[in-house]
Structure formats: structure tokens, C-alpha cells
């Protein structure tokens, strides 16, 4: 393994690893690019079995953050960090406070937040060391549970897409299925409720079905057999690589729009194949993006309203990412890279204005 041409592959900034032998922490924090502000980026916690995986997976995560803030239009550059262990097994106080004390040491450079393996909790034991950390509950004036903005970023990214395939702004009487009715899922649902879309739902937890089927009067179908339902929309809400070789054939939806991360189990290909299909997919990370957007406004000081009704404007962005796919003949999620690309070359040009300066972070964060 040649670091620096890994490094460099992907145009990463910095990365670095962190070793403390009292609390056995291995860490590793990958800065991506910090043009348009701070990386900001969850820290994962996974049992790797290489530390060659661990830093593939962070320098790609990383990666993604990037273009995620950038098509946001936040003044955010992206990052991501890796503990190298095993979630159930080895967390502690010492251990996330050591790590808490190494972010601090990067000097707003990168900051941190929850992410898979890793807990509101987690983060507050990193919040006793440093202030470069996002995420944490609403009772340490933090920013609590992302999914309702998440789910409102959603909704209003799913309307962008309805709104192409069947040429209405309404979704009365759209036929939605939904994958997955957790924490995002279930907020989504019930503004899809409002709206008097018909909806079919799934999830394997039949606590949360019936839930929804009491409340919102969905219909329920068992496992898979969401892949194949008669609906206009596809939601998935749960997991990642659910637009695959298996599924694609299945599908009578018109627009993929829903909040999982990784949806497309091949990106190129796959992509590609819904473009030909002419299914309207809205890219995952772009509108999903209201979770982060819920964390950014933490460091501004943190006011749900604000947060909300910027996640609203998910529905312009992804209106412009179909626009370029259509006007191009690419597929939407390369669309929002080329967007994101066009936005960071643009404000690199007069990086000087930039708002989210390390130093002004740094002050308003540590006041
Ligand atoms: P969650 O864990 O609260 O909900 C996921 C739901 O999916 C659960 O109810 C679970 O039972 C269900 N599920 C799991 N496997 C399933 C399967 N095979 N079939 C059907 N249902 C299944 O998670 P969440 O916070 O609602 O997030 C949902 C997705 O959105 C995840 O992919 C997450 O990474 C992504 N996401 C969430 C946020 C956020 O703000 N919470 C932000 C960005 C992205």
C-alpha cells in the first residue's frame, strides 16, 4: 500500500491516524477537501479487519461528504472519521475522549459527529474534550434527532421528481410504497399522509407497520414483494444496494426518492439503467441531505426552524440535478457530482469570502 498515492487518488487534503495506547484507540481521520468550508463528517466505529480497510472506507466516505455539502450549498468541505473496533465490545468513556482530545487537535479543520457504531452518547463524551462536534442532544444545546428534517428534505426531493413524471406539484392520489418506517421513514409517511398520496408500506419490524397502518391507513406487504408493487414512487427508507440486478426488472415505479444511504448497489451501472428506463431517481445523498443540513445549523446555533425550511429547498436542487440529467442525457447522480464539482471550483476561485473559515469556526464554537 503506497499511502500518498492513495491519498492523492481521490485528491484527499490530510489524513491522519491516531494511536492511544491507555485507551487502545485507533482512529483515522480523513479530510477531503476544505474549500468550502470545515470537513465535517460522522465517525464510524467498525470492526475492521485491516487497517487498509479502514482507510479505504474512510477516504471514500470522506469523499462523498464533500460532494453531499456541496450540492447542499453548504459552506461545509467534507471528512469523515474511523475507530477501528468493535461497537458492542469496546466503547467507553476513555476512549471516545481521547479521540474527542485528538479532533481537538486539528483545530476545526475536521469536525465530528454520530454515525453507524457510534451514539448521541458517544458524542458527548467527545463534547468534554472538544467543542468540534456536532450532533449532540437538544439538552446541551445541540441539535437532538436529524430524521424530522431529514424526512421533510425528502418529501419535498420526492415532489421535485413527482412533479417530472407526472407533470403535478400534487401527490393526491400518487401511489408511494415505502421501505423501511424507522425514524425517517415514518415522518415521511406521514407527510406523504397529508398530501393524500395512497401508500403501500414495508419494514421487517411489524410493531412499526401496524403502526403506520393504523395511523395513515397504508396498505402492508410482506418482504420483497415492495420491489414489485403497483406504485408510481419508490421510497426505500432502510437499506443501501436495493437498486440492484434482482430489483430493477421488478420495478413499475416511475421515481426512485427516498432517504437510504448507497441506494444504487453499482452506481455507473445501475444509474445508467434507470436513466434508460426512464425512471426519475433522485440521488441519495443529495436528498438526504437534510440530516446534515440539521447538523450544520448547530454550528451557526441551532434553531429547528432555520434547519427546516432550508431542507425544504432540497426540492429546488434536485429540480436542477433532473434538469442537467435531462439536458445532458446522464444519469441524476452524476448530474449532482457535476453540480458539486461546479460549486467547489467556483468558490475555490474566491475562497476568500468563504463564510466557515477554520479560524471562525474555531471562535464561535470555543465562545
Ligand atoms: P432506522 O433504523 O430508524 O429505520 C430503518 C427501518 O428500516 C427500521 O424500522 C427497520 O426495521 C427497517 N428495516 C431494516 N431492514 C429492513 C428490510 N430488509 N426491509 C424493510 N425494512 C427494514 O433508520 P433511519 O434513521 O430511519 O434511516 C433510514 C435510512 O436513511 C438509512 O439508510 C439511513 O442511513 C438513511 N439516513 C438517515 C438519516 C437520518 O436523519 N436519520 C439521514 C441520512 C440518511
Known amino acids: 500500500m503506497n499511502l500518498f498515492e492513495l491519498i492523492e487518488e481521490r485528491n484527499h487534503e490530510e489524513v491522519v491516524f491516531f494511536s492511544d495506547r491507555e485507551s487502545g484507540l485507533r482512529a483515522i481521520v480523513a479530510i477531503h477537501d476544505t474549500t468550502l468550508g470545515p470537513a465535517l463528517g460522522g465517525c464510524r466505529m467498525y470492526p475492521y479487519s485491516s487497517t487498509e480497510e479502514a482507510l479505504q472506507d474512510v477516504l471514500r466516505l470522506s469523499r462523498g461528504m464533500t460532494y453531499k455539502a456541496a450540492v447542499a450549498g453548504l459552506n461545509l468541505g467534507g471528512g469523515k472519521s474511523v475507530i477501528i473496533g468493535d461497537p458492542k465490545k469496546h466503547k467507553n468513556e476513555i476512549l471516545f475522549r481521547a479521540f474527542g482530545r485528538f479532533v481537538q487537535g486539528l483545530g476545526a479543520r475536521y469536525i465530528t459527529a454520530e454515525d453507524v457504531g457510534t451514539s448521541v452518547m458517544d458524542m458527548e463524551w467527545v463534547r468534554m474534550e472538544t467543542r468540534y462536534v456536532t450532533g449532540i442532544s437538544r439538552a446541551l ?166 434547519a427546516l425550511s432550508q431542507a425544504k429547498s432540497i426540492y429546488d436542487i434536485v429540480k436542477n440535478i433532473i434538469d442537467l440529467s435531462e439536458k445532458e442525457n446522464i444519469p441524476t447522480h452524476v448530474a449532482s457530482n457535476k453540480l458539486a464539482e461546479e460549486r467547489i471550483n467556483n468558490v475555490g476561485r474566491i475562497k476568500h469570502t468563504y463564510v466557515n473559515k477554520p479560524e471562525t469556526v474555531m471562535r464561535r464554537l470555543e465562545n
Open 141 to 306: 444545546g445541540g441539535s437532538g434527532d436529524p430524521s424530522p428534517v431529514t424526512a421533510l428534505g425528502t418529501y419535498r426531493g420526492l415532489k421535485a421528481c413527482a412533479e417530472k413524471a407526472f407533470g403535478t406539484q400534487s401527490l393526491k392520489g400518487v401511489r408511494v410504497a415505502v421501505q423501511g418506517l424507522g425514524h425517517v421513514g415514518y415522518y415521511l409517511v406521514r407527510h406523504l399522509h397529508d398530501e393524500g398520496a395512497k401508500l403501500i408500506v414495508n419494514d421487517v419490524d411489524p410493531e412499526r407497520v401496524k403502526r403506520v397502518v393504523n395511523e395513515f391507513g397504508a396498505e402492508a406487504v410482506d418482504g420483497d414483494k415492495i420491489y414489485s408493487v403497483d406504485a408510481d414512487v419508490f421510497a426505500p427508507c432502510a437499506l443501501g444496494a436495493i437498486v440492484n440486478d434482482k430489483t430493477i426488472p421488478q420495478f413499475k415505479f416511475k421515481v426512485i426518492a427516498g432517504a437510504a444511504n448507497n441506494q444504487l448497489a453499482e452506481e455507473d451501472k445501475h444509474g445508467q439503467q434507470l436513466l434508460e428506463r426512464k425512471i426519475v431517481y433522485a440521488p441519495d445523498y443529495v436528498i438526504n441531505a437534510g440530516g446534515l443540513i440539521n447538523v450544520y445549523n448547530e454550528l451557526e446555533g441551532y434553531n429547528q426552524e432555520k
